[in-house]
């Protein structure tokens, strides 16, 4: 089993909608983190949280939010979609010290806003 | 912005030789690491690297970091077809917890 899933896996929906994007992950991991990465780009920084009690803004949160439901479940939410946010979406987590910020990732989600 | 800067863009080399990448950065870190990303699918860590180490291998893997020119370079011994993917660098600077990552690079192996 995956140890990081993200649902759904593709989405397409249109202006204005309301859309909720799931993680969840089996590696007891306190870090999670919500990227998304545009064509021919890197991955940007969404949002992170280092526990259940922390959320912190990344480098571009506006027009995003998230809810970390516990420690195994982080969730970002468009509260109204727009075609700029047409990506792909990626959740990712990692643990404290040790292999220092090595980040594991879920396999994405195709989000396509009309 | 970005920290991490790839170059080159794009890479196409025949299977069987060695390829070679390279990323600069703009702030002191904490350490550097390279992830693989085959096509539409989540990255994968290949390696991190210390910024008081200067080499590190893992199997055909070899990253070198620079620190004094703010640079690293990955380089993929004996390429195999399965190589083929984008290649990002990531860095973390010092007293930040988080990644930045560069706009990656997309290495083709030709068989």
């Known amino acids: 089993d995956a140890d990081v899933t993200q649902t759904p896996r593709n989405r397409i929906t249109k202006t204005g909608k309301r859309i909720m994007l799931e993680c969840s992950q089996t590696?007891?991991?306190?870090?999670m983190y919500w990227y998304r990465q545009d064509p021919g780009l890197g991955l940007r920084l969404i949002y992170y949280s280092f526990d259940v009690k922390d959320i912190n803004k990344g480098e571009i949160s506006d027009g995003y939010s998230v809810s970390r439901q516990a420690q195994a479940k982080f969730s970002l939410s468009l509260e109204s979609a727009i075609p700029n946010q047409t990506a792909l979406y990626f959740c990712?987590?990692?643990?404290?010290?040790?292999?220092?910020?090595?980040?594991?990732f879920g396999p994405g989600t195709r989000l396509t806003v009309l | 912005s970005q920290q991490g800067e790839e170059d080159p863009q794009a890479l196409s080399i025949q299977e069987g030789e060695n390829a070679t990448m390279n990323c600069s950065y703009k702030?002191?870190?904490?350490?550097l690491q390279w992830y693989r990303q085959n096509s539409g699918r989540g990255l994968v860590h290949l390696i991190l690297i210390r910024s008081n180490e200067r080499e590190k291998h893992s199997g055909r893997l070899r990253v070198t970091l620079d620190t004094s020119k703010k640079s690293s370079s990955l380089l993929i011994t004996a390429s195999r077809a399965a190589d083929t993917a984008s290649y990002f660098c990531a860095t973390v600077s010092q007293g930040a917890q988080k990644l930045v990552f560069g706009q990656g690079t997309r290495l083709t192996i030709n068989p």
């Open positions: 702030t002191s870190i904490n350490n």
């Open positions: 590696k007891g991991h306190d870090r």
């Open positions: 990712a987590t990692s643990g404290v010290g040790g292999s220092g910020n090595e980040q594991f």
